[in-house]
């Protein structure tokens, strides 16, 4: 079955099991009665409520593994630390769970038009967040034509010449000291002048990878990766991701290494260089 196929079967047993409710608590059948339906929203708590902060679901967002729904806001925070999902403990990503992350904008609908004043209030909310920075808002028009995921913000559109600047970001510290006993004719090509690395947490391990390769003077940048305990990084992996993944919570950060192995020692060679944090 495919993803799109799982989603529709989720939603469609969803319905079912609201129908199936209303049918035994107040003997009506939604889809063939076409008098009024009054129901409790207490009824319907379950189905519109996050796991997380036991709130309405403000800007839903959907795990796509396991079609678990939680507000945006609580899900990014929550994967910070973790890789699983909350509710089913399923494993989201092996590294990067956000990308498992989609926007559900069809729930997010159900709950504005089930809860009286929900979506008064969050808009309101939003214009008083950015009135208090002094920051305009600007909304995007519905007829405009864009992409899904774009006209349907309820945010802002991005202006590059106010965005953040890598300098004002969080900073990670590393330290590159030699590690192995011999390295043959290449000892020489890999020694490093200027050992210390001061980056973005937003910074990537190929970004990484092309400072060490400038500073080695190494042409081909595919000669050097970039291994955790004889693991190969993901290229898009940030310093943020590697230090919550590898890092965080650790009892001990001095045993936790970062090894550049040179060309095709990649697999089973000796290690070249071990990062650690500062």
């Known amino acids: ?6 989603i529709d079967a ?3 047993a969803n319905a079912m099991r609201l129908r199936n409710q209303l049918q035994s608590v107040y003997k009506l059948d939604p889809l063939r009665n076409e008098e009024e339906v009054k129901v409790k929203i207490k009824d ?6 996050c796991y997380l902060c036991a709130g309405y679901f403000i800007d839903a967002t959907t795990i796509t593994e396991c079609l678990h729904t939680f507000c945006k806001s609580c899900i990014v925070k929550y994967l910070q630390t973790s890789k699983y999902c909350p509710m089913c403990n399923i494993k989201i990503h092996e590294t ?17 038009k089930l809860v009286p ?17 002094g920051l305009d808002r600007v909304v995007q028009p519905v007829n405009e034509a864009l992409t899904p995921d774009l006209a349907s913000s309820p945010y802002t559109t991005f202006d590059h010449s ?3 600047y890598y300098r004002f970001d969080e900073q990670v510290s590393l330290c590159l000291e030699r590690h192995g006993s011999s390295l043959g004719k290449e000892k020489g090509k890999l020694l490093l002048q200027q050992k210390y690395v001061r980056c973005s947490v ?4 190929r970004h990484l990878r092309r400072v060490l390769c400038h500073r080695i003077n190494l042409v081909d940048q595919q000669q050097l990766q970039i291994m955790f305990d004889n693991e190969l990084l993901p290229e ?6 590697l230090w919550l993944s590898r890092w965080f919570d650790k009892v001990s950060a001095s045993t936790v290494k970062l090894e550049l192995v040179h060309g095709t020692d990649a697999a089973h060679g000796p290690p070249v260089e071990p990062l650690r944090p500062v």
Do not use: C, W
């Open 44 to 49: 319907l708590n379950e189905h519109i409520v």
């Open 162 to 164: 106010k965005a953040h």
């Open 236 to 241: 898009h992996m940030t310093m943020k991701q």
């Open 10 to 12: 989720d939603k469609m």
């Open 117 to 133: 004043g929900l979506q008064e209030s969050e808009e309101k909310r939003i214009r008083e967040f950015y009135h208090s920075r």
């Open 96 to 112: 990067q769970p956000l990308l498992n992350l989609k926007l559900d904008r069809v729930m997010q609908d159900i709950v504005y």
């Open 202 to 205: 937003r910074a990537e391990i």
């Open 1 to 6: 079955m495919t993803q799109r196929a799982r």
